[in-house]
């Protein structure tokens, strides 16, 4: 494509983001072209606002700006109720529910042994320590439904187990080999009612 090199390099940056192929990087780039400078200086700031301001929360291990998160510091969530999800994004695809009041601990990824990827890479140690040190009676595991995602469930389960806390899975709702961030809500809160124990 001939074009100018800043347009070039746009179009290539916005590649890199997931789920963003050359065609869709194009169009974008081309409506940030036609925004006025005021919008594009706006988008610009507010991506580096959250390099620069988001971090994760001490108790949960989501995104946030203050330390605990909001969730965490709601007085009115459910302290007996966490359910533990491979990343920050999928807090947000439950929260669209407003059916779960519980709290969430999130592993940061999802066991994978062919990637290298253990649970001392993960924060199934801190989960540990949090079930021993609060009064969390269900644990919800709340992994992708595909390989990874299953095989660190049964991980998790196996470890729970002798906390003397109830462990349940997601329901299979969720078409496996799917990502829960984008689950439909529908589809989600099925998954959530029709929970199972593990």
Same mark, same amino acid.
């Given at each position: 494509?001939?074009?100018?090199? =800043?347009?070039?390099?746009?179009? @290539?940056?916005?590649?890199?983001?997931?789920?963003?192929? *050359?065609?869709?990087?194009?169009?974008?780039?081309?409506?940030?072209?036609?925004?006025?400078?005021?919008?594009a200086e706006a988008l610009g700031l507010a991506i580096l606002a959250v390099k620069e301001k988001i971090r994760r929360c001490s108790q949960c291990y989501g995104i946030t700006e203050d330390?605990?998160?909001?969730?965490?510091?709601?007085?009115?969530?459910?302290?007996?109720?966490?359910?533990?999800?491979?990343?920050?994004?999928?807090?947000?695809?439950?929260?669209?529910?407003?059916?779960?009041?519980?709290?969430?601990?999130?592993?940061? #990824?999802?066991? =994978?042994?062919?990637?290298?990827?253990?649970?001392?890479?993960?924060?199934?140690?801190?989960?540990?320590?949090?079930?021993?040190?609060? @009064?969390?009676? @269900?644990?919800?595991?709340?992994?992708?439904?595909?390989?990874?995602? *299953?095989?660190?469930?049964?991980?998790? =389960?196996?470890?729970?187990?002798?906390?003397?806390?109830?462990?349940?899975?997601?329901?299979?709702?969720?078409?496996? #080999?799917?990502?829960?961030?984008?689950?439909?809500?529908?589809?989600?809160?099925?998954?959530?009612?029709?929970?199972?124990?593990?």
């Open positions: 494509m001939l074009a100018a090199r =800043s347009v070039t390099q746009l179009i @290539e940056e916005l590649m890199r983001l997931p789920g963003v192929g *050359e065609k869709t990087a194009q169009r974008l780039t081309f409506h940030i072209l036609k925004a006025s400078k005021q919008e330390d605990p998160c909001l969730i965490c510091s709601d007085p009115k969530r459910d302290r007996m109720l966490l359910s533990v999800v491979e990343e920050p994004a999928d807090i947000f695809a439950l929260e669209k529910l407003r059916e779960y009041h519980g709290l969430y601990h999130v592993l940061g #990824g999802a066991l =994978s042994p062919l990637e290298g990827i253990g649970p001392e890479d993960l924060t199934i140690a801190q989960l540990v320590e949090r079930l021993q040190e609060r @009064e969390i009676q @269900e644990v919800i595991v709340a992994t992708n439904p595909n390989l990874e995602g *299953e095989a660190t469930a049964m991980y998790l =389960s196996k470890i729970l187990k002798p906390l003397a806390v109830r462990v349940t899975r997601l329901a299979h709702g969720l078409p496996v #080999g799917s990502v829960l961030e984008y689950a439909d809500e529908v589809t989600l809160l099925k998954s959530l009612e029709g929970r199972r124990e593990l």
